[in-house]
């Protein structure tokens, strides 16, 4: 595998795990939407992805994004008589999210985005000094 291979295989997975990271802070933001009952809870997203498959030499293998699923459109039903949305028998709707998933998601997702942007930082470290052997003769 050569320096540029590992920069491009390392920046695929820079940009799916950003992917990843913006799609869980969008998750938690909308964590308290509430709804009336008569209309679809806010649906989370979730991130698929799958290795991709480059040349002999590397080049153009990596991880992408194959699909952004959305959870159901139920979530779950809280009773709240006082809030304003609430139907007649004082029920909202709530997404169906999990804040511990997220948290957990978002911890793995930040690793592995520093991960493969220490492995970028290698590599050109690598290919400077690879430039800079033969300046100083």
Do not use: C, H
């Given at each position: 595998?050569?320096?540029?291979?590992?920069?491009?295989?390392s920046g695929t997975g820079l940009s799916t795990f950003r992917t990843w990271i913006d799609v869980i802070a969008n998750n938690m933001a909308?964590?308290?939407?509430?709804?009336p009952t008569s209309e679809p809870a806010f649906q989370a997203q979730?991130?698929?992805a799958q290795d991709i498959a480059g040349r002999a030499d590397g080049i153009g293998a990596g991880v992408?994004?194959?699909?952004?699923?959305?959870s159901s459109a139920e979530g779950r039903l809280s009773y709240q008589p006082n809030n304003p949305l609430a139907?007649?028998?004082?029920?909202?709707?709530l997404p169906d999210i999990d804040m511990a998933e997220q948290m957990g998601n978002l911890i793995m997702a930040q690793r592995a985005f520093q991960a493969n942007a220490a492995v970028v930082d290698r590599a050109r470290?690598?290919?400077?000094?690879?430039?800079?052997?033969?300046?100083?003769?």
């Amino acid at each position: 595998m050569s320096i540029f291979s590992a920069i491009s295989t390392s920046g695929t997975g820079l940009s799916t795990f950003r992917t990843w990271i913006d799609v869980i802070a969008n998750n938690m933001a909308n964590l308290n939407t509430v709804k009336p009952t008569s209309e679809p809870a806010f649906q989370a997203q979730y991130v698929q992805a799958q290795d991709i498959a480059g040349r002999a030499d590397g080049i153009g293998a990596g991880v992408g994004i194959t699909a952004l699923p959305a959870s159901s459109a139920e979530g779950r039903l809280s009773y709240q008589p006082n809030n304003p949305l609430a139907d007649a028998k004082g029920y909202v709707r709530l997404p169906d999210i999990d804040m511990a998933e997220q948290m957990g998601n978002l911890i793995m997702a930040q690793r592995a985005f520093q991960a493969n942007a220490a492995v970028v930082d290698r590599a050109r470290d690598t290919y400077l000094d690879a430039i800079n052997i033969g300046k100083n003769r």
